[in-house]
């Protein structure tokens, strides 16, 4: 899938700021509490794949380069042609696919 090219916004980098800056810094602090839960959680030998791509999703967000979002999107999405056979051991959506061993999408 090819990313959409960037768009300019028409608002102001102030204005941007001034309306949004107190909603997403909720979520920033949405965020670090998850992560100090799961500092707290019982360890586990095993990484959940959810996990891996959570952690991948945080440098995409610090890394400076354009079109975050769509990266982030692509990380969590499942571009397989097959189709599953079953449903069986699936409870519901798992918000991630579990990559190949060291690989990144």
């Known amino acids: 899938m090819k990313p959409a090219p960037s768009c300019s ?3 102001s980098r102030q204005a941007v700021i ?3 800056f107190l909603e997403h810094r909720a979520k920033l ?3 670090a509490a ?3 839960r799961l500092d ?8 959940d794949f959810r996990e891996t791509a959570f952690r991948h999703a945080l440098k995409i967000l610090a890394d400076d380069a354009p079109d975050r979002a769509c990266r982030i999107l692509e990380l969590f999405s499942d571009h397989s042609q097959d189709l599953p ?3 069986a ?3 519901g959506a798992a918000g991630a696919v579990q990559l190949p061993e060291g690989g990144e999408s």
């Open 89 to 91: 051991g699936t409870k």
């Open 18 to 20: 001034n309306t949004y």
């Open 40 to 47: 707290r959680a019982s360890p586990s030998h095993d990484v």
């Open 9 to 11: 916004c028409p608002l």
């Open 29 to 31: 602090l949405d965020i």
């Open 34 to 36: 998850y992560l100090d």
């Open 85 to 87: 056979q079953s449903a």
